[in-house]
């Protein structure tokens, strides 16, 4: 079952509670930690899983902490489908999943990006958030727990606003430049 919820404002603060379990668990590898995925957009409906973006100077002194990662519930994934990453997923004592952490190095920069850009892009952007919300739930479903199905299904939006999202930054971007010659 694809379980989707209203948005929590909880959700926000859950984030700065786990951010602060997990930082002394990646030592000094951790740049950054970031709010990412639905439940970081207000108003969205969401999975209730918190998602959390590490930044680590290099995955593979991530790598050799792991055991300090797991220590604190978290099943170590490694890249899971998704090179340069590292992948770690926590559930709770009745084996619900509460928390993912996707890892990256900064030599992963356009990967990370597009999951901040993402969340950006629907947070500047109410309506779009609300066709997201609206699409999950129609996914939701049509897909009747097929977790596949319903990822795939989304696949298409989210690389439609991650496109937009790219766009507006380069218009950004073009808009404070300046002609010195």
Same mark, same amino acid.
């Given at each position: 079952?694809?379980?989707?919820?209203?948005?929590?404002?909880?959700?926000?603060?859950?984030?700065?509670?786990?951010?602060?379990?997990?930082?002394?668990?990646?030592?000094?590898?951790?740049?950054?930690?970031?709010?990412?995925?639905?439940?970081?957009?207000?108003?969205?409906?969401?999975?209730?899983?918190?998602?959390?973006?590490?930044?680590?100077?290099?995955?593979?002194?991530?790598?050799?902490?792991?055991? #300090?990662?797991? =220590?604190?519930?978290?099943?170590?994934?490694? %890249?899971?489908? *998704?090179?340069? !990453?590292? /992948?770690? $997923?926590?559930?709770?004592?009745?084996?619900?999943?509460?928390?993912?952490? #996707?890892?990256? =190095?900064?030599?992963?920069?356009?990967?990370? %990006?597009?999951? *901040?850009?993402? !969340?950006? /892009?629907? $947070?500047?952007?109410?309506?779009?958030?609300?066709?997201?919300?609206?699409?999950?739930?129609?996914?939701?479903?049509?897909?009747?727990?097929?977790?596949?199905?319903?990822?795939?299904?989304?696949?298409?939006?989210?690389?439609?606003?991650?496109?937009?999202?790219?766009?507006?930054?380069?218009?950004?971007?073009?808009?404070?430049?300046?002609?010195?010659?």
């Amino acid at each position: 079952m694809i379980r989707l919820t209203e948005h929590d404002p909880t959700w926000a603060t859950d984030f700065l509670h786990e951010s602060e379990r997990v930082r002394p668990a990646f030592g000094v590898v951790l740049i950054a930690l970031h709010h990412i995925g639905s439940t970081a957009v207000p108003g969205t409906l969401a999975k209730p899983i918190i998602d959390l973006l590490a930044i680590v100077s290099d995955v593979h002194l991530l790598d050799a902490r792991a055991t #300090h990662i797991t =220590a604190l519930g978290y099943e170590v994934m490694g %890249e899971f489908g *998704l090179p340069g !990453r590292r /992948y770690f $997923r926590r559930d709770d004592a009745e084996g619900v999943r509460t928390h993912h952490i #996707h890892a990256y =190095a900064p030599t992963s920069a356009s990967e990370f %990006e597009r999951y *901040l850009s993402f !969340r950006d /892009y629907l $947070r500047e952007h109410p309506l779009v958030a609300q066709e997201y919300s609206d699409l999950k739930r129609s996914l939701a479903r049509q897909c009747q727990g097929d977790t596949r199905c319903y990822s795939d299904g989304k696949t298409d939006f989210v690389r439609d606003v991650e496109r937009r999202a790219a766009s507006a930054v380069q218009s950004l971007d073009g808009a404070n430049e300046v002609d010195l010659s």
